[in-house]
């Protein structure tokens, strides 16, 4: 009888379980659970209206009938009432403290501190005429709503980010106090009321903002997916297309945990949620307890960075960096699946390495060997068929015909269907059960169907007019109601006891087609974003009102197709619509007061001026070296990680250090783009959750386990090297975030890039097609280094700049082709007034001479005695946001070199990766030949 079964058996299991259920509720949603019927039943109406106004305030509905529109601090103001109220509801102020009963003393708190932030809501008309004028009312309501609000972070999120926050606060009084360059001159009591609560610098900034404008929204779609049954049918896929294979659970985990990462934006949730089905199969095909919590920890602490939904930072970027959130996917989407193949490549080595076996499944035909090859082929025949047609279509759309638009989505659905036909009709029984046959084919539908919407949308709305979205909105619908009948055909998906000790695997086919439904409302989302390029918070609306009708009417609809009885399924789906509302909100009272907290940090930062401080503090720790300031980035933001969450996190360490890292690189000649840098700090902000001793997901997974939680922390940890090392890569080599490549420059990075991480992985576990050596493992470093940064050694062959005197940038200017970019070196002043050096672009810009190239980049100069100095910019030009300012000197100037492709140093690159293949080929053969048995890769 296995643990997990004796544990059932005996009680502890359950006991277990609780456990885990207090873990994640004392962390996300609050460990209090009042048996007073009334008052639980009022916390839930509170959660709902919070998530209700939400819904309301995200919606066009209050613009379009001009009733209940609220402007950004009122709307920030309601929203940290909310998580305010319900914060000291919901957790107690102590270990010890009632989780049956809500004291006395936490209404009063909860009801005061509500109040404080309806303050700025009830008396926002009177504040805005007297801005920085505060009386004495405001200043007392400012110091209650301050303190009330750092003992709300101690109880949600735990004393660090409370101490990190009162020692900012305390700076701003204590300035002149402080030590050397830390001292300032400090300011007024009066002014720190303004700034910190009255104004939108402090608790009410940007930050709560976006957790008010679009986190909230995010969340709320995640738990109405979770409340619909869409974890579970993640989950499920995943163990159907990938639990046959040798490890088959753990790549399953990593698959679901991506999945799974568009539900919850947080790590010990997404462990829970995944690992409770996942471990206990890890650990019955032969991982131990601690690599089995590992791999669900790695993956499930990633789903924070799998786009389309990342996690809440990922919109502070959005504002910080002032960059749309369609553009930030878009950079994230690489180093995030690169880290999730590396991941499952982990798991496959260390299946091989333990020689693991793979999971039956209830009929598992064995492939053939061109199993994989018959779909391919297929595919490859009908997608080039269906490419064909299309740059057929493209030609007729041209004309704008109506006609092309039509044809152009007859072509796209008839593609589709030849697709799905072919596979049907030419494969054999053994090819069409294959997990990754089916995959593949769907993905290549999933493409087409794609540019076939793209068409059918153009088309409605030339025919259609102003009436496109209705119409739109009815085809939605009618899609609906067709993939729900068609799911009804399949059973629908039980939850999987993790304590069984009999697993049949599902089929992939029956399994993906239960609930292709959920898929719909995921695709509006990122329809939503990529292709209408709606605002991040009103394309979360629409999918969550989509979500919100599934939830209400698919219990209905599934028993009308199936012809069972309908009583009752409609009151089901009002229960799961009111629960998964509340969920949505308890999920969200961390998020809140996280946000608002960091907004004291970061009001203290910008009224102090310390940040200017802290960055030349850091530039002389650093010896003004990029690499260094980078390890002391990520050195602090996995410090700041043990105690802050993640958001609190990426607030703090960013707002510091982001524009450090961005000037240190300029002055080492390296032009780092602000996008990087902040990505950079929240990949190391996640990465805190994997970091020994405090990493919370760890402990959670441990839970689950039975494990050591320290020992599957630093095993989580090193699993997580991959995407320690992806931060460092981008910041040297912006193509891994899609910078200016185009799309088929982009493929070529995505497989380069892939492939120099699964390289780096097998070098970390010291295995690649059996048991690496020392001089193999270090061989394969560099193979991964080439890979990746192959310009490094092409820039020590061939120099990437000719090097000329600052006036002859007029006449490079003229002679350089528009696209390319001329290397500046500049000596100006810091903001302390002490000189430095640093590097800038110029683009060539459209022009006929030289001199409207510069004009057009907006830099004004002038020569003074053979010097070429800065007069001036033009305002928000290119030239004003490189850096250039006025008195600079430019003293040189680099024009692109005539360098060979860099990409030409992937060829010994790959020719040393032969080498160690065929001396470990060679010696796992002679291994196993003196075995008389064995096994590799």
Same mark, same amino acid.
């Given at each position: 009888?296995?643990?997990q079964?004796?544990?059932?058996?005996?009680?502890?299991?359950g006991d277990?379980?609780?456990?885990?259920?207090?873990?994640?509720a004392?962390?996300?949603t609050?460990?209090?659970?009042?048996?007073?019927?009334?008052?639980?039943?009022?916390?839930a109406?509170?959660?709902?209206?919070?998530?209700?106004?939400?819904?309301?305030?995200?919606?066009?509905?209050?613009y379009?009938?001009?009733?209940?529109?609220?402007?950004?601090t009122?709307?920030?103001?309601?929203?940290l009432?909310?998580?305010?109220?319900?914060g000291?509801l919901?957790y107690p102020?102590?270990?010890?403290?009632p989780?049956d009963?809500?004291?006395v003393?936490?209404?009063?708190?909860a009801?005061?501190?509500?109040?404080?932030?309806?303050y700025?809501?009830v008396?926002?008309?009177?504040?805005?005429?007297?801005?920085?004028?505060?009386?004495?009312?405001?200043v007392?309501i400012?110091?209650?709503g301050?303190?009330?609000?750092l003992?709300?972070?101690?109880?949600?999120l735990?004393?660090p980010?409370?101490?990190?926050?009162?020692?900012?606060l305390?700076?701003?009084?204590?300035?002149?106090?402080?030590?050397g360059?830390?001292?300032w001159k400090?300011?007024?009591?009066?002014?720190?009321?303004?700034h910190?609560?009255?104004?939108?610098?402090g608790v009410?900034?940007i930050?709560?903002g976006?957790?008010?404008?679009m986190?909230?929204?995010?969340?709320?779609f995640?738990?109405l997916?979770?409340?619909?049954?869409?974890?579970?049918?993640?989950i499920?896929?995943?163990?159907?297309?990938m639990g046959h294979?040798?490890?088959?659970?753990?790549?399953?985990?990593?698959?679901?945990?991506?999945?799974?990462?568009?539900i919850?934006g947080s790590s010990?949730a997404?462990?829970?949620?995944?690992?409770?089905?996942?471990?206990?199969?890890?650990?019955?095909?032969?991982?131990?307890s601690e690599?089995?919590?590992a791999?669900?920890?790695?993956?499930?602490?990633n789903?924070?960075?799998?786009?389309?939904?990342?996690?809440?930072?990922a919109?502070?970027?959005?504002?910080?960096?002032?960059t749309?959130?369609?553009?930030v996917?878009k950079?994230?989407?690489?180093?995030?699946?690169?880290?999730?193949?590396?991941?499952?490549?982990?798991v496959h080595?260390?299946?091989?390495?333990?020689?693991m076996?793979?999971?039956?499944?209830?009929?598992?035909?064995k492939?053939?060997r061109?199993a *994989?090859?018959?779909?391919?082929?297929?595919?490859g025949?009908?997608?080039?068929?269906a490419?064909?047609?299309?740059?057929?279509?493209e030609?007729?759309?041209?004309?704008?015909?109506?006609?092309?638009?039509?044809a152009?989505?007859?072509?796209a659905?008839?593609?589709?269907a030849?697709v799905? *036909?072919?596979?049907?009709?030419?494969a054999?029984?053994d090819v069409r059960?294959?997990?990754?046959s089916?995959?593949?084919?769907?993905?290549?539908?999933?493409?087409?169907?794609?540019?076939g919407?793209?068409f059918?949308?153009?088309l409605i709305r030339a025919g259609f007019?102003d009436?496109?979205?209705y119409?739109?909105?009815?085809?939605?619908?009618?899609?609906?109601?067709?993939?729900?009948a068609f799911?009804?055909?399949?059973?629908?998906?039980e939850?999987d006891?993790?304590n069984?000790?009999?697993?049949?695997?599902p089929?992939?086919?029956?399994?993906?087609?239960s609930g292709?439904h959920?898929?719909?409302?995921?695709?509006?989302?990122?329809?939503?974003?990529m292709?209408e390029?709606?605002?991040?918070?009103?394309?979360a609306?629409?999918?969550?009102?989509?979500?919100?009708?599934?939830?209400?009417?698919?219990r209905?609809?599934?028993?009308?197709?199936?012809?069972e009885s309908?009583?009752g399924?409609?009151?089901?789906g009002?229960?799961e619509?009111?629960?998964?509302?509340?969920?949505?909100?308890?999920n969200?009272?961390g998020?809140?007061?996280a946000?608002a907290t960091?907004?004291i940090?970061?009001g203290?930062?910008?009224?102090?001026?310390v940040?200017?401080?802290?960055?030349?503090?850091?530039e002389?720790?650093?010896?003004?070296n990029?690499?260094?300031?980078?390890?002391?980035?990520?050195v602090?933001?996995?410090?700041?990680g043990?105690?802050?969450?993640?958001?609190?996190?990426?607030?703090?360490?960013s707002s510091?250090?982001?524009?450090?890292?961005?000037q240190l690189?300029?002055?080492?000649?390296?032009?780092?783009?602000?996008?990087?840098?902040?990505?950079?700090?929240?990949?190391f902000?996640?990465?805190a959750?994997?970091t020994p001793?405090?990493g919370?997901?760890?402990?959670?997974a441990?839970?689950?386990?039975?494990?050591?939680?320290i020992?599957?922390?630093?095993v989580?940890?090193?699993?997580?090297l991959?995407?320690?090392?992806?931060?460092?890569?981008?910041?040297?080599?912006?193509?891994?975030?899609?910078?200016?490549?185009?799309?088929?420059?982009a493929?070529?990075?995505?497989?380069v890039a892939?492939?120099a991480? *699964?390289v780096f992985?097998a070098a970390?576990q010291?295995f690649?097609?059996?048991?690496?050596?020392?001089?193999?493992t270090?061989?394969?470093?560099?193979?991964?280094?080439?890979?990746?940064?192959?310009?490094f050694w092409?820039?020590?062959?061939?120099a990437?700049?000719d090097?000329?005197e600052?006036?002859?940038l007029?006449?490079?200017l003229g002679?350089?082709?528009?696209?390319a970019e001329?290397?500046?070196?500049v000596?100006?002043?810091?903001?302390?007034?002490?000189p430095i050096?640093?590097?800038?672009?110029?683009?060539?810009m459209e022009?006929?001479?030289?001199?409207e190239?510069l004009e057009?980049?907006?830099?004004?100069?002038?020569?003074d005695?053979?010097?070429?100095?800065?007069?001036g910019?033009?305002?928000?030009?290119?030239?004003?946001?490189?850096?250039?300012?006025?008195?600079q000197?430019?003293?040189e100037i680099g024009?692109?070199?005539a360098q060979p492709?860099?990409?030409l140093?992937?060829?010994p690159?790959?020719?040393?990766?032969?080498?160690?293949a065929?001396?470990?080929?060679?010696r796992?053969?002679r291994e196993a030949?003196?075995?008389?048995?064995?096994?590799?890769?």
């Open positions: 009888m296995s643990d079964t004796q544990n059932s058996a005996d009680g502890s299991g277990k379980r609780d456990d885990i259920d207090d873990l994640v004392s962390v996300d609050g460990g209090r659970a009042p048996d007073n019927r009334m008052i639980g039943l009022f916390l109406v509170v959660a709902f209206v919070w998530s209700a106004f939400q819904l309301w305030y995200a919606s066009p509905v209050p379009a009938i001009g009733i209940g529109v609220f402007n950004t009122e709307a920030r103001a309601i929203h009432a909310f998580a305010l109220f319900l000291y919901f102020a102590l270990k010890r403290s989780r009963r809500i004291p003393q936490d209404w009063v708190l009801i005061v501190a509500a109040s404080t932030a309806l700025l809501y008396f926002y008309e009177e504040l805005s005429n007297r801005p920085n004028n505060l009386i004495t009312q405001d007392v400012a110091c209650i301050a303190v009330l609000l003992e709300a972070t101690r109880r949600a735990g004393p980010l409370m101490i990190v926050a009162i020692v900012f305390g700076y701003t009084f204590l300035g002149p106090y402080a030590p360059i830390l001292a400090g300011t007024s009591f009066q002014s720190v009321a303004y910190q609560w009255i104004s939108t610098e009410f900034g930050a709560l976006v957790s008010t404008d986190v909230f929204l995010f969340v709320l995640g738990a997916l979770e409340g619909a049954g869409a974890g579970n049918y993640f499920k896929v995943a163990f159907a297309l294979l040798r490890g088959g659970p753990a790549k399953a985990a990593v698959v679901a945990s991506a999945s799974t990462g568009l919850s010990i997404n462990v829970v949620t995944t690992g409770t089905f996942t471990i206990p199969m890890m650990k019955r095909v032969g991982f131990t690599k089995a919590g791999v669900e920890v790695a993956s499930s602490v789903g924070q960075l799998m786009p389309p939904v990342m996690g809440a930072a919109f502070l970027m959005v504002e910080y960096t002032d749309p959130y369609v553009e996917v950079h994230a989407f690489l180093p995030a699946v690169i880290s999730y193949i590396a991941l499952v490549y982990i080595l260390e299946a091989v390495k333990q020689k076996k793979a999971l039956p499944r209830s009929t598992d035909p492939p053939a061109w *994989l090859l018959s779909p391919l082929l297929t595919i025949v009908f997608g080039g068929i490419g064909g047609l299309f740059a057929i279509s030609l007729w759309l041209a004309l704008d015909s109506s006609a092309a638009r039509l152009a989505v007859a072509i659905f008839a593609a589709q030849g799905y *036909l072919a596979f049907r009709s030419a054999p029984e059960k294959n997990a990754i089916t995959g593949l084919v769907v993905l290549i539908n999933m493409v087409i169907g794609a540019f919407l793209f059918l949308l153009d007019g009436m496109t979205p119409v739109v909105a009815l085809l939605i619908l009618a899609t609906y109601v067709g993939l729900v799911c009804a055909r399949y059973p629908d998906l939850m006891d993790p069984s000790p009999v697993v049949k695997l089929l992939p086919g029956p399994t993906i087609k292709l959920f898929l719909l409302p995921v695709v509006l989302l990122i329809w939503c974003l292709v390029r709606l605002s991040p918070s009103l394309s609306f629409w999918a969550t009102a989509f979500m919100i009708l599934i939830l209400l009417t698919q209905w609809l599934f028993a009308l197709f199936r012809k309908r009583s399924r409609l009151r089901l009002i229960s619509f009111a629960q998964s509302m509340i969920a949505g909100a308890r969200m009272i998020i809140g007061i946000t960091a907004g940090i970061v203290a930062v910008s009224q102090t001026g940040g200017l401080v802290l960055a030349e503090l850091v002389i720790l650093s010896m003004g990029i690499l260094l300031i980078l390890l002391l980035t990520a602090l933001s996995l410090i700041l043990m105690g802050l969450p993640t958001t609190a996190n990426y607030i703090v360490v510091l250090l982001a524009p450090v890292i961005v690189g300029q002055q080492n000649g390296l032009i780092v783009p602000l996008i990087a840098v902040h990505l950079f700090v929240f990949y902000g996640i990465m959750d994997v001793p405090v919370l997901a760890s402990f959670a441990a839970a689950v386990s039975g494990g050591d939680p020992r599957t922390g630093f989580a940890f090193f699993y997580s991959r995407t320690a090392l992806l931060p460092f890569l981008f910041i040297f080599n912006t193509q891994l975030l899609l910078m200016e490549v185009g799309f088929a420059e493929v070529l990075v995505f497989i892939t492939a991480m *699964l992985t970390m010291g690649f097609l059996t048991r690496s050596r020392l001089y193999e270090l061989a394969l470093l560099l193979v991964a280094f080439t890979l990746f940064r192959p310009g092409m820039d020590l062959v061939v990437p700049y090097w000329r600052p006036t002859a007029v006449e490079s002679e350089a082709p528009v696209g001329i290397r500046a070196r000596d100006g002043l810091n903001d302390y007034g002490e050096t640093f590097s800038a672009n110029i683009p060539v022009g006929a001479t030289g001199e190239r057009a980049f907006g830099l004004l100069l002038f020569e005695g053979g010097e070429i100095i800065v007069d910019t033009d305002y928000n030009s290119p030239a004003d946001e490189a850096g250039f300012d006025f008195d000197v430019i003293t024009v692109p070199a492709p860099k990409e140093m992937w060829i690159g790959l020719l040393l990766l032969l080498v160690v065929w001396a470990q080929r060679r796992g053969a030949a003196e075995s008389g048995g064995g096994q590799t890769a």
